[in-house]
């Protein structure tokens, strides 16, 4: 009765049942499998990523601590002050030139308004001479306008 079934084919042999079942568990490991490599190439992905973005983190903070810590150094201070002085003493030099030119200059215009100041005077002087002068002048010429009358008078005051 077996014997019938399984040559209908409703029943199917005990070989045949092995291949089947070997058959679908090779199915479902090879699956799995591909699943698992589909999953690891997924995780590998994720990880990645995530540790290039934590790379960046760490290597960001790790510069700025280094950064920070070597611009806090004696050594960082020292060399920046010599490029800062480096750099300054040409200008230095330069201003300390045009302050004693400014200096020179000041000078000359304090001389040059002495000798404005001595002209000044020397001028309202000459006019007060030149005043007296007129004035003398004025005085000979109307002497000599009445000298016209023949008195001739000395400077004693004798006629």
């Known amino acids: ?14 070989k045949d049942f092995w291949s089947f079942e070997s058959s679908f568990y090779q199915s479902i490991i090879t699956i799995l499998i591909a699943l698992i490599g589909v999953l690891g190439v997924a995780a590998y992905l ?3 990523h995530s540790s290039e973005d934590t790379a960046r983190n760490i290597a960001r903070s790790t510069m700025r601590d ?6 806090r150094t004696q ?4 060399k920046v002050s010599k490029n800062i002085k480096d750099c300054l003493e040409p ?3 330069d201003l300390e030139d ?3 030119n400014i200096g020179t200059l000041a000078d000359s215009v304090e001389g040059l308004i002495q000798k404005v100041t001595d002209l000044t005077e ?10 007296h002068v007129v004035a003398r002048l004025a005085v000979l010429d109307r ?4 000298g016209g009358e023949l008195h001739l008078k000395m400077e004693d005051g004798e006629e």
Do not use: Y
Request: no cysteine.
């Open 1 to 14: 009765m077996i014997g019938q079934l399984v040559r209908d084919g409703t029943i199917v042999s005990l």
């Open 98 to 100: 045009k302050f004693s």
């Open 75 to 78: 050594d960082f201070h020292e």
């Open 46 to 48: 994720v990880v990645k």
């Open 122 to 131: 020397e001028n309202v002087e000459l006019k007060k001479s030149l005043r």
């Open 91 to 93: 200008v230095e030099i």
């Open 143 to 146: 002497e000599e306008e009445s």
């Open 66 to 71: 280094e950064i920070s810590r070597e611009l």
